[in-house]
């Protein structure tokens, strides 16, 4: 019979040896997988989370990861470890990177905003390198830059087990962007990219055009997000030229670009043959009417496969938006959309109470709700999305409901995503 873990213990006389104070957020929750009997079966992920509300929260230092990494550097039940909203800088990456060299069981590591810069996301890629159980790194939000951002790129040329990358708001450039695309073309392991918002200087969207020649090439990629890329029409042209020829590609994000309806033009066209992809995100653009007719379209009477769009704030009114709740009476595929944001008027107000009243749309499918007043039909804002979750988690705890990130309900490559 295997001996019960002791992690807290293990943790305090580390602190001890290496004269390091005891971080009582850390104690605290070493001491509740202790008492976890599952841990031995089913492993467990820490959640060491810098921005938990439900505890206190001392935030976890370079120093304190020292003991952490050592207190886990041999321990096989640890599967996944959350330390995002900490101030880990530099020297905690390095830590890291001694981490993921000598331990075989880490499977979920999330980084998102700390400190780590350009020096520690070297340090970090390296690593990743020669790791082999990795399979999902998130370094959201740590300023890495450019530089930092092209020791990612290099190591997807090497490293065969990572299958979710997330280098959103990392501050990554064009270089990064063209050298990570030029690496997916030939990894067959990643199958989910978070390249949002980059720092781009150039008008000519090479990035998109790269991103483009990849995905023709590309078998294995399911997700791609690339909000805030300042794409524009010809960008979109480009990518909808390329998934002609790609048939992986299950979850585009084109969020809070410049897409005007000429370049949803090329989409529409695009879902009347495409028979993978299953969630579309084209929020914070301009497709206005015309937009939303091409794609409704497309959906009404050719695509059966995309099951998610969200067009939220992309200046449609009653025209384009009661055009989509028609698609949806045929299209018995389509089972989320998301339309916040837009010019409602009485037409869309009533279309969409009828989807919702006949059960052809669930309420937890969108993120809109009818209410009745003085005899007119209004809609209300519900606090539903595709990715609602992405940056935060409820004060409350683990989200175990799905509706408000329907993209986790749709699309799941791996345990950890």
């Given amino acids: 019979m295997s001996v019960h873990p002791d992690l807290h213990q293990h943790y305090v006389q580390t602190c001890q040896n290496l004269g390091q104070p005891e971080n009582p957020f850390i104690a605290h929750v070493l001491q509740e997988a202790d008492k976890n009997d599952k841990i031995w079966t089913k492993g467990t992920t820490l959640k ?147 390249l949002n918002r980059p720092s781009l200087y150039s008008e000519q969207e090479e990035t998109t055009v790269h991103v483009a020649l990849m995905l023709k090439n590309n078998s294995s990629l399911v997700e791609l997000h690339l909000c805030k890329h300042e794409m524009k029409n010809f960008g979109i042209e480009r990518l909808c030229e390329a998934l002609y020829e790609n048939s992986s590609l299950r979850y585009l994000d084109l969020s809070c670009n410049k897409i005007t309806r000429d370049g949803v033009k090329f989409l529409g066209e695009l879902l009347k043959r495409n028979e993978t992809l299953e969630i579309l995100d ?71 109470s009828e989807l919702i009243q006949t059960s052809r749309l669930k309420p937890n499918c969108t993120d809109v709700e009818p209410y009745e007043v003085d005899g007119h039909i209004h809609l209300a804002e519900l606090s539903h999305g595709l990715k609602k979750h992405y940056y935060w988690t409820p004060s409350f705890g683990q989200v175990t409901n799905k509706d408000a990130n329907a993209s986790l309900a749709i699309v799941m490559v791996s345990e950890y995503l």
């Avoid at 550097?73 to 880990?88: A, I, M, P, S």
């Avoid at 069981?105 to 070297?122: K, P, Q």
């Avoid at 790129?153 to 064009?174: H, P």
């Avoid at 769009?309 to 009661?322: D, E, H, P, Y």
């Fill in 48 to 194: 060491i989370a810098g921005n938990n509300h439900l505890v206190p929260v001392q935030r976890v230092t370079d120093g304190d990861l020292q003991v952490l990494a050592s207190v886990l550097r041999n321990t096989v039940f640890v599967t996944g470890l959350d330390l995002r909203c900490n101030v880990l800088t530099d020297a905690g990456a390095k830590h890291i990177a001694v981490f993921l060299q000598e331990n075989s069981t880490l499977r979920y590591l999330n980084l998102m905003f700390n400190e780590i810069g350009t020096r520690g996301a070297e340090l970090i890629a390296r690593a990743l390198r020669r790791n082999e159980t990795l399979l999902y790194l998130r370094m959201t939000g740590n300023k890495i830059g450019n530089k930092g951002g092209m020791f990612f790129a290099s190591m997807l040329q090497m490293n065969s087990t990572l299958e979710k990358l997330d280098l959103g708001d990392c501050d990554v450039g064009t270089q990064c962007l063209i050298a990570t695309a030029t690496a997916l073309t030939q990894n067959k392991s990643v199958k989910a990219v978070n």
């Fill in 282 to 352: 084209l929020s914070a653009n301009r497709i206005e009417d015309d937009g939303a007719i091409y794609l409704s379209e497309a959906l009404a009477s050719y695509n059966r496969t995309l099951q998610a769009l969200s067009v939220v704030s992309n200046n449609v009114s009653g025209k384009g938006l009661v055009a989509l709740s028609d698609a949806m009476k045929t299209n018995m595929e389509l089972s989320y959309i998301y339309i916040w944001g837009n010019k409602f008027d009485e037409a869309t107000c009533m279309a969409f």
